[in-house]
């Protein structure tokens, strides 16, 4: 894999829309029967809702947490855009115009001696509106809670945290944390207290900060196991991260939240976003982890991707073009 070498963005945070967006996003929209139906339907053409790959000696599984339905879609994506011009993209891609499905895909990775988790979805505070369910996929792939030895943080947004926690004890009770350094000191840091990112701080606090002690914090370049190296992709957040896996010569990057739309932010990926916390930071990490993805031909896994989230990308025009994976991983 490449160095990405994205370390070198300061670890700003913009506007307090931007840098709650994310939970605001789970917070709001239409809760929806819409999501859960396009949900249930994917989950239906894979199974107990999980989608199993190879790479190389390792087994990879996308596990569907769950969905949720939003609706005026320009006030999260594009939105330094005209609505029109937003639209004009939705329509062009067979899209609503105003109305989408934002799905939640943790990843696990099982190398032979490890099992590792990749976000932990909603958990408890999701089940209302139907996800919460990494529980049920880890079981359709044989796996329980106890059997995970690691859970790796992408970052620290309620949605990939949310399920670290059940009934206010570790739902993985063995497993050691990996979390970007860089990341966890800026959700922890009492600077957060009385701005708009107290919250989440908060949120942080209760879920994750009790966990450290168990916890190993990564740079750019380290190495959560060898095959699995961090790369610091800020600009969704300060300290987010992105993995790159290699096995046997195969290679998969899990792209975490660097682009959460598979038409908004990969076919336009200088615009805005609203959940972005360094919009223009977000920005150019997006052109420079999918300049890369595009040039070497190899899939990813994004967490927000419509389930199953692993597919290709080409450049075309101004930004990429997603393109599905079908039976790469199967053969």
Same mark, same amino acid.
């Given at each position: 894999?490449?160095?990405?070498?994205?370390?070198?963005?300061?670890?700003?945070?913009?506007?307090?829309?931007?840098?709650?967006?994310?939970?605001?996003?789970?917070?709001?929209?239409?809760?929806?029967?819409?999501?859960?139906?396009?949900?249930?339907?994917?989950?239906?053409?894979?199974?107990?809702?999980?989608?199993?790959?190879?790479?190389?000696?390792?087994?990879?599984?996308?596990?569907?947490?769950?969905?949720?339905?939003? %609706?005026?879609?320009?006030?999260?994506?594009?939105?330094?855009?005209?609505?029109?011009?937003? /639209?004009?993209? +939705?329509?062009?891609?067979?899209?609503?115009?105003?109305?989408?499905?934002?799905?939640?895909?943790?990843?696990?990775?099982?190398?032979?001696?490890?099992?590792?988790?990749?976000?932990?979805? @909603?958990?408890?505070?999701? &089940?209302?509106?139907?996800?919460?369910?990494?529980?049920?996929?880890?079981?359709?792939?044989?796996?329980?809670?106890?059997?995970?030895?690691?859970?790796?943080?992408?970052?620290?947004?309620?949605?990939?945290?949310?399920?670290?926690?059940?009934?206010?004890?570790? /739902?993985?009770?063995?497993?050691?944390?990996?979390?970007?350094?860089?990341?966890?000191?800026?959700?922890?840091?009492?600077?957060?207290?009385?701005?708009?990112?107290?919250?989440?701080?908060?949120?942080?606090? &209760?879920?994750?900060?009790?966990?450290?002690?168990?916890?190993?914090?990564?740079?750019?370049?380290?190495?959560?196991?060898?095959?699995?190296?961090?790369?610091?992709?800020?600009?969704?957040?300060?300290?987010? +991260?992105?993995?790159?896996?290699?096995?046997?010569?195969?290679?998969?990057?899990?792209?975490? %939240?660097?682009?959460?739309?598979?038409?908004?932010?990969? &076919?336009?990926?200088?615009?805005?976003?609203?959940?972005?916390?360094?919009?223009?930071?977000?920005?150019?990490?997006?052109?420079?982890?999918?300049?890369?993805?595009?040039?070497?031909?190899?899939?990813?896994?994004?967490?927000? @991707?419509?389930?199953?989230?692993?597919?290709?990308?080409?450049?075309?025009?101004?930004?990429?073009?997603?393109?599905?994976?079908?039976? &790469?991983?199967?053969?």
């Amino acid at each position: 894999m490449k160095n990405l070498g994205l370390n070198r963005r300061s670890l700003m945070v913009g506007t307090a829309a931007g840098v709650l967006a994310a939970p605001a996003l789970i917070a709001g929209g239409r809760t929806a029967e819409a999501a859960m139906a396009a949900d249930d339907a994917a989950g239906s053409m894979m199974g107990e809702g999980i989608r199993p790959l190879k790479v190389g000696s390792f087994r990879v599984t996308v596990i569907r947490d769950g969905a949720r339905a939003g %609706d005026k879609i320009n006030e999260t994506f594009g939105t330094d855009q005209p609505k029109e011009e937003v /639209a004009k993209l +939705l329509r062009e891609n067979f899209l609503p115009e105003d109305q989408f499905v934002n799905s939640f895909s943790p990843v696990l990775v099982e190398t032979g001696s490890e099992k590792i988790l990749f976000d932990t979805g @909603m958990g408890e505070m999701g &089940q209302s509106f139907g996800a919460g369910r990494l529980v049920d996929g880890l079981a359709a792939a044989g796996v329980k809670p106890e059997d995970i030895t690691t859970v790796v943080l992408t970052h620290l947004h309620p949605d990939h945290f949310g399920g670290l926690m059940k009934g206010g004890e570790p /739902a993985f009770p063995k497993a050691r944390y990996v979390i970007g350094e860089a990341e966890y000191g800026f959700w922890t840091s009492t600077d957060r207290k009385g701005t708009p990112a107290e919250k989440n701080h908060d949120m942080v606090m &209760q879920a994750v900060a009790p966990l450290a002690e168990k916890a190993t914090f990564l740079k750019e370049g380290d190495a959560v196991v060898p095959g699995i190296t961090a790369m610091l992709a800020p600009g969704h957040t300060p300290g987010h +991260l992105i993995f790159g896996l290699e096995s046997e010569g195969r290679k998969l990057m899990l792209t975490a %939240d660097t682009c959460n739309h598979y038409v908004l932010s990969l &076919q336009r990926p200088d615009w805005e976003v609203r959940f972005d916390a360094d919009k223009a930071g977000a920005a150019a990490t997006r052109k420079k982890v999918f300049d890369m993805i595009a040039t070497d031909r190899i899939a990813f896994i994004g967490y927000h @991707m419509p389930f199953p989230a692993v597919g290709f990308v080409e450049k075309s025009g101004p930004g990429y073009r997603f393109v599905p994976a079908s039976y &790469q991983f199967d053969i």
